[in-house]
């Protein structure tokens, strides 16, 4: 005697017709799932924390700390293998080269000279070689600011690491006492004023680009419309 009961047919790719029905709704279920976790979860923001360190006091710290402190901490600089004077040199030129880091020509070996020898092996006997550019009074404002890291930290109508230069011209557009506030703020740095994020000093930049700088910086009150 027959037996008349009737199987489900079996499709090419093996799956029952009915349960490749099933294997659908269950994905969709799944995929619904994830999308209802992925909304719930929002979006993750990580805050770092400011970098509020500086580098070994020495000749040339200054630098180190506008053109290095805007990338790196001072503790992924300490954790690096003590290395000669060599190793420096091709890490600053590597950073300029590859990460376009504004640093310029004269700046280069006196940086490579500071890590080496504040945290490296020592740079030897290698002579430091002397800033031969001619006239400060001939460069221009933006490329002084660029010399010295202004930029990377800066820019005229937003905030960045530190105030935008309209919000500080702003700041003291009716202050007597601006061009010394400011001056003072580039030559000794410090934090507090704009935050807790640090602004390295800049003790090497003379009166005559302090005043370039400030003049800059003021007039640009009048910069956001």
């Known amino acids: 005697?027959?037996?008349?009961?009737?199987?489900?047919?079996?499709?090419?790719?093996?799956?029952?017709?009915?349960?490749r029905g099933s294997l659908g709704l269950l994905i969709t279920l799944i995929l619904a799932g994830v999308g209802v976790a992925a909304i719930e979860a929002g979006v993750v923001k990580i805050e770092l924390p400011p970098e509020t360190a500086s580098f070994k006091s020495a000749p040339g710290v200054g630098l180190a700390n506008a053109q290095c402190l805007t990338c790196h901490s001072v503790e992924y600089v300490q954790i690096q293998p003590p290395k000669p004077l060599a190793f420096w040199d091709a890490e600053v030129k590597k950073m300029r080269a590859t990460y376009g880091a504004p640093i310029a020509d004269e700046q280069i070996e006196?940086?490579?000279?500071?890590?080496?020898?504040?945290?490296?092996?020592?740079?030897?006997?290698?002579?430091?070689?002397?800033?031969?550019?001619?006239?400060?009074?001939?460069?221009?404002?933006?490329?002084?600011?660029?010399?010295?890291?202004?930029?990377?930290?800066?820019?005229?109508?937003?905030?960045?690491?530190?105030?935008?230069?309209?919000?500080?011209?702003?700041?003291?557009?009716?202050?007597?006492?601006?061009?010394?506030?400011?001056?003072?703020?580039?030559?000794?740095?410090?934090?507090?004023?704009?935050g807790s994020v640090l602004m390295p000093p800049f003790p090497m930049v003379t009166e005559t680009q302090t005043k370039m700088l400030a003049d800059w910086i003021l007039s640009q009150a009048g910069a956001v419309k």
Not at 1 to 19: A, C, D, E, I, L
Not at 159 to 186: S, T, W
């Open 110 to 194: 006196p940086l490579a000279r500071y890590f080496a020898e504040n945290y490296g092996t020592g740079a030897g006997n290698q002579p430091v070689v002397t800033n031969t550019r001619a006239n400060e009074q001939s460069m221009s404002v933006q490329a002084l600011a660029t010399r010295y890291g202004c930029l990377s930290c800066h820019s005229i109508s937003t905030k960045i690491v530190g105030p935008a230069f309209h919000d500080i011209a702003l700041k003291y557009r009716n202050d007597p006492a601006a061009y010394d506030k400011i001056g003072a703020q580039i030559h000794h740095g410090g934090s507090g004023k704009w």
């Open 1 to 19: 005697m027959k037996n008349n009961t009737s199987k489900p047919k079996v499709r090419k790719g093996g799956f029952h017709r009915h349960g």
